[in-house]
Nanobody, 121 residues
Framework: QVQLVESGGGLVQAGGSLRLSCAAS????????MGWFRQAPGKEREFVAA????????EYADSVKGRFTISRDNAKNTGYLQMNSLKPDDAAVYYC??????????????RGQGTQVTVSS
């Protein structure tokens, strides 16, 4: 059973940056698609970004394109989400997740507990 643990969340001023990490244990994520989702209070869960097992494919929500970058280090069994130019609308709990294949990137089989991102205006 793969377990995912996010870290790197916190409070940042609008325009600032944060780097989220997602560390996996209990198994290798090297063959999985990794993704990030977020959920703000009173809102539905929102897809943020995904990256294929070798980094060859990436996808971003329109709301974060050009500001967020997803990456991974399979040797470290860790995924990352670099978030720049943060806006108050980016505030949410961010979850990392793993899917078995790129074509299933919206149907994750593993998900972390989330890390809070707060953006002050």
């Amino acid at each position: 059973q793969v377990q995912l643990v996010e870290s790197g969340g916190g409070l940042v001023q609008a325009g600032g940056s944060l780097r989220l990490s997602c560390a996996a244990s209990g198994g290798s994520l090297s063959t999985y698609t990794m993704g990030w989702f977020r959920q703000a209070p009173g809102k539905e869960r929102e897809f943020v970004a995904a990256i294929s097992w070798n980094g060859g494919n990436t996808e971003y929500a329109d709301s974060v394109k050009g500001r967020f970058t997803i990456s991974r280090d399979n040797a470290k069994n860790t995924g990352y989400l670099q978030m720049n130019s943060l806006k108050p609308d980016d505030a949410a709990v961010y979850y990392c997740a793993a899917a078995r294949a790129w074509r299933q990137r919206y149907e994750y089989v593993y998900r972390g507990q989330g890390t809070q991102v707060t953006v002050s205006s």
